[in-house]
């Protein structure tokens, strides 16, 4: 007795029509579920993590929503409102602040690490690693670029701090970023116009010297002090990271770099058309997976500057009723407008799996500042859902929680095991989903 034909709404396998030989595939038929089969065979999307910065703060009494409204039931106050399509996808987070932070003009040196500068005996300044590079460590092997910091050429007036952008290695020492949207795109997209052989050779080169180096820094170690000893073994790590660079670049040497959906930037923006283009860079590096750990130290000066407002920034952050608080107020309107694109963007963006990247992504954005260069109470807006963090919630922790435990939550929220970051005390518990 001959068994009966399987179902042809099966999604389980493509059909085959066989005859003398031969065998021709069906077409992939959306209509008999061929496309959630496709979704369930696409790789998981890789987990991306992005800070965004600036510096001044923000204004205080428009920017914080109401304390007396926590959790869900919350109302956007008008330095948010642009981002009122999505309420349901942003977390805002009051009562946070470093405890060791007591510099009123540096807006992010500290803000993504946490650390004590007076922490090393004899030393006025002292740094530790910032939350990102905890997230290159973790996700970085398998990109072209474990970390891109971006920075802005504005950074004095800006209100940032020492630093030459916002990350800072595992030595607490500064990473340097790229300048402007050019450099960025050039970096990050643009193939090298060098011969292979002539990279390669150049590589070799830089290993010798390093190693020449090397050879030359072991003959002083005897007879040093234990100062000396220090300088030289902080020495040696600076060999050993140049190594790793060295390392990551060789491996990338012979692969092209990708081809992104944006054009070459025009030089010389400045402002808000600086930021907004940043924004497109970093969606097209995430897209590609160029990088996945993306921070971006944002300009002040300039975005007021493109905003016709003539208050100084740091005049501005000075503010009281009258056009210091209006100029204020603005640039909060406009950091929100741009932040709203940019989560449209994300949004937009697909993954292989159908999800969108913003799906994929961890972002954060805020500032070491509150206001008037008070450092409590750090201005902290979460969203992105890759951190498995609760959305659309206001929440109001006890004063002076450290601003840490929210980097720690988020790490721990990406699969990153670590149990303390900076001077974290615990998880924040009510961001946890």
Not at 20 to 27: D, E, F, H, N, T
Request: include cysteine; hydrophobic fraction near 35%; glycine fraction near 8%.
């Amino acid at each position: 007795m001959a068994l009966p034909p399987t179902p042809i709404t099966s999604p389980t396998r493509r059909r085959f029509l066989r005859s003398s030989g031969a065998l021709i595939a069906l077409p992939a038929l959306e209509s008999i579920g061929f496309r959630a089969f496709a979704a369930a065979q696409a790789p998981i999307p890789s987990k991306r993590m992005v800070f965004l910065g600036f510096g001044w703060g923000v204004t205080n009494e428009t920017w914080f929503p109401d304390k007396a409204k926590t959790g869900a039931d919350w109302e956007l106050p008008d330095g948010l409102k642009p981002l009122a399509r999505h309420r349901e996808d942003i977390t805002i987070v009051q009562g946070c602040s470093n405890r060791f932070s007591n510099e009123a003009h540096w807006g992010s040196t500290f803000w993504l690490t946490g650390a004590n500068r007076y922490a090393e005996p004899g030393q006025s300044f002292h740094n530790s690693i910032s939350a990102d590079q905890v997230a290159a460590a973790h996700f970085g092997g398998d990109t072209r670029f474990a970390s891109i910091q971006l920075n802005s050429p504005d950074v004095q007036n800006s209100g940032h701090g020492p630093g030459l952008s916002m990350a800072w290695d595992s030595r607490g020492k500064p990473m340097a970023g790229l300048e402007n949207p050019v450099a960025a795109f050039h970096r990050l997209f643009s193939d090298e116009t060098m011969p292979l052989s002539e990279r390669q050779a150049m590589l070799a080169q830089k290993r010798s010297v390093l190693d020449a180096v090397r050879e030359d820094a072991k003959r002083v170690q005897q007879g040093l002090t234990k100062a000396d000893t220090d300088k030289l073994d902080e020495y040696f790590q600076s060999i050993r990271d140049i190594e790793v660079r060295l390392g990551k670049d060789e491996q990338w040497l012979s692969v092209p770099k990708a081809k992104p959906g944006i054009s070459e930037p025009k030089p010389g923006l400045a402002g808000r058309e600086e930021i907004k283009v940043m924004y497109d860079l970093i969606v097209a590096a995430l897209q590609t997976e160029s990088t996945r750990v993306i921070t971006y130290r944002q300009p002040v000066g300039t975005l007021l500057q493109s905003l016709d407002l003539k208050v100084a920034p740091h005049d501005m952050s000075h503010y009281t009723p009258g056009d210091r608080m209006a100029a204020s107020q603005k640039r909060d309107t406009v950091q929100s407008e741009l932040l709203a694109g940019l989560i449209d963007k994300l949004k937009a963006t697909k993954e292989a799996d159908g999800r969108s990247l913003f799906d994929s992504t961890c972002l954060a954005y805020g500032s070491n500042i509150r206001t008037i260069h008070y450092l409590d109470n750090c201005p902290t807006l979460l969203t992105g859902g890759a951190a498995g963090i609760k959305l659309g919630q206001h929440i109001v922790l006890p004063k002076d929680t450290p601003l840490c435990n929210v980097w720690l939550t988020l790490l721990n929220g990406m699969g990153i095991d670590t149990e303390r970051h900076g001077d974290s005390s615990g998880v924040v518990t009510a961001l946890q989903g």
